[in-house]
């Protein structure tokens, strides 16, 4: 390892910019003749649309142009489609509901788009757009899962009767009622999974511009995935062929899944700007963001666990009903089933699963994947399943989660996964020593002689990650391949350039991917430089999402530099009169090993571009591309302890000490890597604590439509986390990499929810376990 290579602490290469205000987002992006719009969207739920005048508003100061859905639909442009086919038990295909980029004669959600306006002005785009008069024949609306699959239930879609998109399992139901049927104890809980607003800190944008004389479309988008979204457009809703379409995602604020999805408003801006002839840019308000970024989350669960008489978890048996919100977006199909209840075995070596989940329409928000995507969900369950029993056993939620460890790898779960690598007990072990679990008690006391509640809960989670391999998948109803590319440029002065298809959005791509290039030839990381984002620059690719970027991603960089370094040794053994085999690279330079034979990377490179003294038959040049389509997830693992104390007046709760230990496999930049797990807990917290989108359920209007009423996380909510990380390296990718950046939002809202519900001795409480909800609690748990 050298002072920038793998391993090293780096600080990242990009922050100069952002820091400094440098950063270039697409509100940043100006083109010449650029014009502004605004959407007109449903104030209702449900309702048919009777009629829409645009009279009044293309007569208002600065307006360009004024359209409808019947216009969009008139040019041919496609429906928004779900990507991930899935099938009911019964063997038939998932029902989706027709969801036009602007509604031609239903909205189902408030904040559905109706029309789009143009104009000189973002100002006056918006008075427009109030100026728009839309008739609406309101329809009864629903927003609870539950109660949309009832007879008599508001109908969403002719495609999906009582609002059923599928009805999917997985896991064999004799095996795991014969399971029950032999068990000695039993454990079962409801579980809600509160929907969530992800709240990127950069809203999205999109800015559309046709240019007549190519025949050609550019979109700036804040897309975590501009080549899946170029490819969708082109495929699927029509705006232009791929080799006509190019999609550029420049520094993007932020995105926890929100981002990977194509939404209505990059299609229409593309349309918008070749009806009206001037480039469009679109830039939404916050209040814009929680009415229509995709939700995450939001399920309601029944589960039932069964043990055996020495406590070993004999059976496992899940029912889920999740909640899509009005249409299916790009991925929601997947996000409780294959990422979901795939991983319903957690860490556990269970002979046994069963699970059912039902998809359900209602008059909300599209719902997909959020930071964590299925494994969150999944987590939750089995770790409250786990703390719950232990506490009906009483015996230590430790020993009993230590107990039902799987120990031996690879391990085929009866719900497809089979882990790779892993050691359990290290994890949590570690995370023991660093919480002080054993003095608990004493510190317990010292909280009730001061009038306060402690507990402490802890949460043993597994995540897959970089989702793959593509046969594999695709065989599963995935609509595209999750393999990644590479392309590595060595330029003529020895500078390198590294295009991804991985898209960097505060990862810290930049860095880590040339601290890669740095270990492998030793030239300075500022000489590295990192292109993604822009499909005309980079080869295609899939796009950041599921923890993939450095296991896949990587990867793919790892096979490309091979590729360079096998023809740079047979460059500098030409030069050097030497043996291949006798050739290293190392310090800058390529040299003979055990001699002081060598010549400079800079040298090198420029031989390789002069083309003057090459081995006979070589081509010019120094560059190589690669693919990678990884063999299968990687399972990243860790246990996390939360230590609460609560004010039972109040129901305040207070995190007085949060750990956690986290397997990663092989890691390239430490640094990078604590601050992914740091953010991802935050984010976690924010669930179990705070965060819940609610809508009312007569109206379907969204009650937490802004920070007013939507609570996020702030500083004084987080204590200092102490992490700490082990490592089993993944055999499955030539870095031994796993993921890093969902386990924080998965391991840590069961820690904290059973370190809360540890405090107030029940077990009744739904996330987020608001200072109300806790004091509500505290008083049933004394009345029974």
Same mark, same amino acid.
């Given at each position: 390892?050298?002072?920038?290579? @793998?391993?090293?602490?780096?600080?990242?290469?990009?922050?100069?910019?952002?820091?400094?205000?440098?950063?270039?987002?697409?509100?940043?992006?100006?083109?010449?003749?650029?014009?502004?719009?605004?959407?007109?969207?449903?104030?209702?739920?449900?309702?048919?649309?009777?009629?829409?005048?645009?009279?009044?508003?293309?007569?208002? $100061?600065?307006?360009?142009?004024?359209?409808?859905?019947?216009?969009?639909?008139?040019?041919?442009?496609?429906?928004?489609?779900?990507?991930?086919?899935?099938?009911?038990?019964?063997?038939?295909?998932?029902?989706?509901?027709?969801?036009?980029?602007?509604?031609?004669?239903?909205?189902?959600?408030?904040?559905?788009?109706?029309?789009?306006?143009?104009?000189?002005?973002?100002?006056?785009?918006?008075?427009?757009?109030?100026?728009?008069?839309?008739?609406?024949?309101?329809?009864?609306?629903?927003?609870?899962?539950?109660?949309?699959?009832?007879?008599?239930?508001?109908?969403?879609?002719?495609?999906?009767?009582?609002?059923? @998109?599928?009805?999917?399992?997985?896991?064999?139901?004799?095996?795991?009622?014969?399971?029950?049927?032999?068990?000695?104890?039993?454990?079962?809980? %409801?579980?809600?999974?509160?929907?969530?607003?992800?709240?990127?800190?950069? $809203?999205?944008?999109?800015?559309?511009?046709?240019?007549?004389?190519?025949?050609?479309?550019?979109?700036?988008?804040?897309?975590?995935?501009?080549?899946?979204?170029?490819?969708?457009?082109?495929?699927?809703?029509?705006?232009?062929?791929?080799?006509?379409?190019?999609?550029?995602?420049?520094?993007?604020?932020?995105?926890?899944?929100?981002?990977?999805?194509?939404? $209505?408003?990059?299609?229409?801006?593309?349309?918008?700007?070749?009806?009206?002839?001037?480039?469009?840019?679109?830039?939404?308000?916050?209040?814009?963001?929680?009415?229509?970024?995709?939700?995450?989350? %939001?399920?309601?669960?029944?589960?039932?666990?069964?043990?055996?008489?020495?406590?070993?978890?004999?059976?496992?048996?899940?029912?889920?009903?999740?909640?899509?919100?009005?249409?299916?977006?790009?991925?929601?199909?997947?996000?409780?089933?294959?990422?979901?209840?795939?991983?319903?075995?957690?860490?556990?070596?269970?002979?046994?699963?069963?699970?059912?989940?039902?998809? @359900?329409?209602?008059?909300?928000? $599209?719902?997909?994947?959020?930071?964590?995507?299925?494994?969150?969900?999944?987590?939750?369950?089995?770790?409250?399943?786990?703390?719950?029993?232990?506490?009906?056993?009483?015996?230590?939620?430790?020993?009993?989660?230590?107990?039902?460890?799987?120990?031996?790898?690879?391990?085929?779960?009866?719900?497809?996964?089979?882990?790779?690598?892993?050691?359990?007990?290290?994890?949590?072990?570690?995370?023991?020593?660093?919480?002080?679990?054993?003095?608990?008690?004493?510190?317990?006391?010292?909280?009730?002689?001061?009038?306060?509640?402690?507990?402490?809960?802890?949460?043993?989670?597994?995540?897959?990650?970089?989702?793959?391999?593509?046969?594999?998948?695709?065989?599963?109803?995935?609509?595209?391949?999750?393999?990644?590319?590479?392309?590595?440029?060595?330029?003529?002065?020895?500078?390198?350039?590294?295009?991804?298809?991985?898209?960097?959005?505060?990862?810290?791509?930049?860095?880590?991917?040339?601290?890669?290039?740095?270990?492998?030839?030793?030239?300075?990381?500022?000489?590295?430089?990192?292109?993604?984002?822009?499909?005309?620059?980079?080869? *295609?690719?899939?796009?950041?999402?599921?923890?993939?970027?450095?296991?896949?991603?990587?990867?793919?960089?790892?096979?490309?530099?091979?590729?360079?370094?096998?023809?740079?040794?047979?460059?500098?053994?030409?030069?050097?009169?030497?043996?291949?085999?006798?050739?290293?690279?190392?310090?800058?330079?390529?040299?003979?090993?055990?001699?002081?034979?060598?010549?400079?990377?800079?040298?090198?490179?420029?031989?390789?571009?002069?083309?003057?003294?090459?081995?006979?038959?070589?081509?010019?040049?120094?560059?190589?591309?690669?693919?990678?389509?990884?063999?299968?997830?990687?399972?990243?693992?860790?246990?996390?302890?939360?230590?609460?104390?609560?004010?039972?007046?109040?129901?305040?709760?207070?995190?007085?000490?949060?750990?956690?230990?986290?397997?990663?496999?092989?890691?390239?930049?430490?640094?990078?890597?604590?601050?992914?797990?740091?953010?991802?807990?935050?984010?976690?917290?924010?669930?179990?604590?705070?965060?819940?989108?609610?809508?009312?359920?007569?109206?379907?209007?969204?009650?937490?439509?802004?920070?007013?009423?939507?609570? *996020?996380?702030?500083?004084?909510?987080?204590?200092?986390?102490?992490?700490?990380?082990?490592?089993?390296?993944?055999?499955?990718?030539?870095?031994?990499?796993?993921?890093?950046?969902?386990?924080?939002?998965?391991?840590?809202?069961?820690?904290?929810?059973?370190?809360?519900?540890?405090?107030?001795?029940?077990?009744?409480?739904?996330?987020?376990?608001?200072?109300?909800?806790?004091?509500?609690?505290?008083?049933?748990?004394?009345?029974?």
């Amino acid at each position: 390892m050298g002072l920038e290579g @793998i391993g090293a602490r780096v600080a990242r290469k990009e922050d100069r910019r952002f820091i400094t205000g440098a950063g270039r987002y697409v509100d940043d992006m100006v083109v010449p003749g650029m014009k502004h719009a605004a959407f007109v969207r449903s104030p209702h739920a449900h309702a048919d649309i009777t009629g829409i005048d645009v009279k009044a508003a293309k007569a208002m $100061p600065g307006v360009i142009g004024v359209l409808t859905g019947r216009e969009i639909k008139a040019d041919g442009i496609g429906n928004l489609i779900c990507g991930w086919m899935i099938h009911s038990k019964d063997g038939t295909p998932m029902k989706m509901g027709a969801w036009s980029p602007l509604a031609v004669d239903r909205v189902r959600y408030v904040g559905d788009a109706v029309a789009i306006v143009v104009a000189e002005t973002k100002g006056q785009a918006r008075d427009a757009a109030e100026a728009v008069e839309v008739t609406y024949n309101e329809r009864p609306a629903v927003t609870d899962a539950t109660k949309a699959l009832q007879p008599g239930a508001p109908q969403l879609h002719p495609e999906a009767d009582n609002n059923l @998109i599928f009805d999917w399992d997985i896991g064999n139901a004799d095996e795991t009622a014969a399971a029950f049927g032999r068990a000695a104890h039993f454990v079962k809980l %409801d579980i809600v999974n509160n929907r969530l607003v992800p709240n990127a800190m950069e $809203p999205r944008a999109a800015l559309g511009y046709y240019d007549k004389a190519e025949d050609h479309y550019t979109c700036w988008t804040t897309s975590q995935n501009p080549h899946v979204a170029r490819l969708v457009m082109s495929a699927f809703y029509n705006i232009a062929p791929e080799n006509k379409l190019r999609v550029i995602a420049p520094d993007v604020g932020g995105g926890f899944g929100s981002k990977i999805f194509i939404y $209505p408003e990059e299609i229409v801006c593309l349309w918008a700007s070749k009806k009206t002839g001037v480039p469009v840019k679109w830039v939404g308000d916050r209040t814009e963001s929680f009415l229509t970024d995709a939700h995450g989350r %939001d399920h309601v669960t029944h589960a039932e666990m069964a043990f055996d008489g020495d406590h070993k978890v004999i059976g496992l048996k899940v029912e889920t009903k999740a909640n899509f919100g009005a249409y299916m977006s790009l991925f929601s199909s997947s996000v409780p089933t294959y990422l979901y209840a795939t991983l319903l075995s957690g860490q556990y070596d269970i002979p046994a699963i069963h699970a059912n989940v039902k998809a @359900i329409y209602t008059n909300t928000a $599209p719902v997909d994947a959020y930071r964590g995507a299925g494994r969150p969900e999944a987590t939750f369950v089995m770790e409250r399943l786990m703390e719950t029993a232990a506490r009906q056993f009483g015996v230590s939620p430790a020993e009993l989660r230590r107990k039902n460890f799987i120990t031996q790898f690879p391990h085929q779960t009866p719900v497809i996964m089979c882990y790779d690598a892993g050691d359990y007990a290290a994890s949590l072990d570690a995370a023991m020593k660093a919480a002080d679990y054993q003095g608990f008690p004493q510190r317990r006391d010292e909280a009730k002689r001061h009038g306060k509640l402690r507990g402490i809960g802890m949460s043993c989670y597994i995540e897959a990650c970089g989702i793959a391999p593509s046969a594999a998948v695709g065989s599963l109803g995935a609509g595209v391949g999750l393999w990644e590319s590479a392309e590595v440029r060595v330029n003529a002065v020895g500078t390198i350039e590294v295009l991804t298809g991985s898209h960097s959005h505060g990862q810290g791509h930049e860095t880590s991917f040339a601290q890669l290039v740095t270990e492998r030839f030793g030239v300075p990381i500022d000489s590295v430089s990192i292109v993604h984002g822009d499909t005309d620059k980079v080869q *295609m690719g899939m796009g950041t999402y599921g923890s993939r970027s450095g296991a896949v991603g990587m990867s793919a960089i790892v096979k490309a530099l091979d590729k360079v370094e096998a023809k740079a040794k047979k460059i500098a053994a030409h030069l050097l009169e030497a043996d291949e085999s006798d050739i290293v690279i190392e310090d800058g330079a390529c040299k003979v090993a055990g001699t002081d034979k060598s010549v400079p990377w800079f040298q090198l490179a420029l031989a390789a571009y002069t083309a003057h003294n090459l081995p006979g038959g070589m081509e010019p040049g120094l560059k190589e591309t690669a693919f990678y389509d990884p063999s299968n997830f990687t399972f990243p693992a860790g246990c996390y302890i939360c230590e609460v104390e609560v004010d039972p007046d109040t129901g305040v709760t207070k995190i007085v000490q949060f750990v956690a230990a986290d397997d990663f496999g092989n890691i390239i930049n430490p640094m990078i890597v604590e601050g992914q797990v740091h953010g991802g807990i935050a984010q976690g917290v924010g669930q179990a604590m705070l965060e819940g989108a609610h809508y009312d359920p007569g109206s379907g209007q969204l009650l937490t439509a802004s920070y007013m009423d939507y609570a *996020m996380p702030r500083a004084d909510d987080l204590p200092s986390f102490q992490v700490s990380t082990s490592n089993t390296p993944c055999p499955g990718n030539p870095l031994g990499m796993k993921g890093c950046g969902e386990a924080g939002a998965i391991g840590s809202p069961p820690a904290v929810i059973n370190a809360i519900t540890d405090a107030i001795g029940t077990d009744e409480l739904t996330m987020p376990a608001t200072p109300q909800k806790v004091w509500a609690a505290i008083r049933s748990a004394t009345r029974h």
